[in-house]
């Protein structure tokens, strides 16, 4: 194909595919004269149009990738080349954090002459699967808890995961072949008693002096715990437990299905809280969670310290 869009709000993929290219669309003794690099930021459409439009040396291909493409000026006017590309051209846009105005025209020029690919954010209720699946392609192992415990931490940004990830198993001892919590917390701090699964499977079972063992294991430890992600955590899974409780259909199977789950650990600690948490107080919990997510940017308060909010509204949840 002679023009790629690459797009969308997660930049691995992005990365992934535009490296690919970069490997295979030109041999590696030609790329001096036929592979050329630019960044939105640093360059113009009519520069990026006029390499486009050169014959490759010495090869049947040559290739042309825009990096940090949503930072380019005119973006739009590269639809004057996309309309008839050259055929020993490969043009490669990369558009990270987003996409291409649809309302455009240049999306649609690049659909009908190449392809268009968006890299869609992972949802976090998939990383764990994405952390089991990445190490085993390593041939390392890790369960799926310990896994939850790094999706809790890192997020569902993929670049900051795999980057975790490839540290861990550069850490990983001669002849050990498994990911485990002690590894986890000597090389990243995360402790493998207290995080957010943790506090998430204390506040399901209403285990108010494990919460706030936790919070206070927290206040010592803001770096690696920082509030947000907490307070992320916990909206989460009483959002979710909402959808529990009010599914017409409360089987352990339907409620997986409906969560996105695949496998029993991940439901376990929902099926607890509904026996714990009546539908009126999972409510006032998701509303709690706001209030303090706004307390935390400093609506309404102007004195209390994150990790005294956190003891405060654990204490407001299960109470």
């Not at 919990?285 to 310290?305: C, F, H, Q």
Request: hydrophobic content about 40%.
């Amino acid at each position: 194909m002679p023009v790629y869009l690459f797009q969308g709000e997660e930049g691995y993929y992005i990365d992934q595919l535009t490296d690919l290219l970069m490997e295979s669309v030109v041999d590696e003794g030609a790329r001096d004269f036929n592979q050329t690099l630019f960044y939105g930021l640093e360059t113009e459409v009519a520069t990026i149009i006029n390499a486009c439009k050169r014959y490759p040396m010495m090869s049947e291909k040559q290739l042309v990738v825009v990096k940090e493409a949503q930072g380019l000026k005119n973006i739009d006017d590269l639809i004057h080349y996309v309309k008839k590309p050259l055929t020993s051209t490969v043009l490669v846009i990369c558009y990270k954090h987003g996409k291409l105005d649809g309302r455009k025209k240049l999306s649609g020029e690049i659909d009908k002459t190449g392809i268009v690919f968006e890299s869609k954010k992972a949802y976090e209720n998939k990383m764990p699967d994405f952390i089991i699946s990445y190490l085993k392609g390593k041939q390392v192992g890790i369960d799926l808890q310990t896994a939850q415990v790094l999706t809790n931490y890192l997020g569902n940004d993929l670049s900051r995961v795999i980057n975790e990830l490839d540290k861990l198993l550069i850490a990983l001892p001669p002849n050990q072949k498994r990911i485990t919590a002690e590894l986890i917390e000597q090389n990243t701090g995360i402790s493998k008693d207290f995080n957010n699964f943790e506090l998430q499977k204390a506040v399901a079972l209403r285990d108010r002096v494990k919460a706030q063992r936790i919070a206070l294991y927290f206040e010592q430890n803001q770096k690696n715990n920082p509030y947000v992600v907490t307070l992320a955590t916990l909206f989460g899974f009483f959002a979710n437990l909402m959808i529990c409780q009010y599914a017409p259909d409360q089987s352990k199977a339907h409620l997986m299905q409906v969560l996105g789950f695949k496998w029993d650990m991940q439901i376990a600690d929902y099926l607890e809280a509904m026996k714990n948490y009546k539908p009126i107080k999972t409510l006032k919990n998701v509303a709690l969670i706001r209030e303090y997510d706004a307390k935390g940017k400093g609506v309404g308060n102007s004195s209390v310290p994150p990790a005294q909010l956190l003891i405060e509204l654990l204490y407001k949840l299960m109470h």
